[in-house]
């Protein structure tokens, strides 16, 4: 019997550690709680945002296991599978499988670039194996790419390959794909990375997102949705508008992921240190971090301000709505004018 379509914003939850750098599981099990109480769709273990590739793959494995015993079933997992090689992510399917995870997501072979046709004959491996259904995840910057003929030839040649999520916040490129696809396989899901262009994603056709800073804000990032996919253009907008300055802060103000770890930190969760080291000024960057993040969380009614108050963002307080609405409204315009909303 075919599965719903992947559709929402899927939370690519942290991972707590202990004082000694390992899993947090009473921390993890809460934080699964809180995230599924503040209305997201779905959990995604095992994704950049979760540090994937600095676990080893019994504990990506624990992981995934610790939050299916968690959720039982009220929200869907997608669960990062990607491993060395080809092999092995089809044992992690089949593992993921037996837990009743709902779908896995596999990224393109990473640190070898490879050709489209090599990229293709490693999904199509995964495609004729896997026992579970199968998001491919596009994330240039790290992996191989995986271009829209690809992606075509992929979801037409195999059912259980059934989404992608794509992280390069190319909103052409997710149009692209969804008519390329879309024609032949309108259970295919599309989901965005990129919390930066969310919205305009969902405007594009995607039905959702595996969204970092859901980990933080969840209430804004399923708010943003809602009014986003039922038209409510201009409320929508300012939430996109806040959340791309807490994105762009998270993720530019420090090594990726440790500004959104500290986020979540002031969201009330003991994160504990992370596993890559960090300098004494990297240390002290965060701390800076913390303090303007604190500001942003509060002005939502998230947290207290930090002791001392808070600055008065005197570029905010002036700026002109018609001006800094222009862009979005361009985009919209541009969505309309293809038929696309």
């Not at 259980?160 to 024609?183: H, T, Y």
């Not at 039905?207 to 800073?213: L, Q, V, Y």
Request: with cysteine; proline share 6%.
């Amino acid at each position: 019997m075919a599965q719903a379509r992947l559709q929402g914003i899927f939370t690519p939850n942290l991972v707590p550690y202990t004082p000694d750098g390992g899993i947090n599981e009473q921390e993890l099990r809460r934080y699964a709680d809180w995230l599924i109480d503040r209305g997201v769709h779905g959990l995604y273990p095992n994704g950049s945002t979760g540090e994937f590739t600095r676990f080893t793959p019994e504990e990506r494995r624990r992981i995934v296991a610790i939050l299916a015993d968690q959720v039982r079933g009220r929200v869907p997992i997608l669960a990062g599978a990607a491993e060395a090689n080809v092999r092995e992510t089809i044992q992690a399917c089949e593992y993921y499988a037996s837990l009743g995870i709902r779908a896995v997501a596999i990224v393109a072979p990473f640190y070898y670039k490879l050709s489209p046709a090599s990229v293709y004959a490693y999904f199509a491996e995964i495609g004729r194996n896997t026992p579970i259904d199968v998001t491919l995840y596009n994330i240039p910057m790290f992996a191989s790419p995986i271009d829209v003929p690809t992606i075509q030839r992929l979801s037409e040649e195999y059912e259980r390959i059934v989404a992608i999520k794509d992280s390069s916040g190319d909103l052409p490129n997710m149009i692209r794909m969804i008519q390329a696809v879309r024609p032949n396989r309108p259970d295919f899901a599309f989901l965005t990375g990129w919390d930066a262009a969310l919205m305009p994603m969902l405007l594009a056709g995607a039905d959702g997102g595996t969204n970092a800073s859901s980990g933080v804000v969840p209430e804004l990032t399923r708010r943003l949705y809602d009014l986003t996919v039922s038209h409510q253009i201009d409320a929508a907008r300012q939430i996109q508008y806040d959340l791309i300055r807490l994105f762009d802060t998270m993720i530019y103000s420090a090594e990726f992921p440790e500004g959104f770890r500290a986020a979540v930190g002031l969201r009330g969760f003991s994160m504990g240190q992370g596993r890559q080291p960090l300098s004494d000024q990297q240390k002290t960057d965060i701390g800076t971090l913390s303090r303007e993040l604190q500001c942003m969380l509060a002005a939502h009614g998230f947290t207290d301000q930090p002791v001392g108050g808070c600055p008065i963002d005197s570029a905010a307080a002036t700026a002109d709505p018609a001006e800094v609405s222009v862009i979005v409204q361009q985009v919209v315009a541009e969505l309309a004018r293809r038929g696309l909303m």
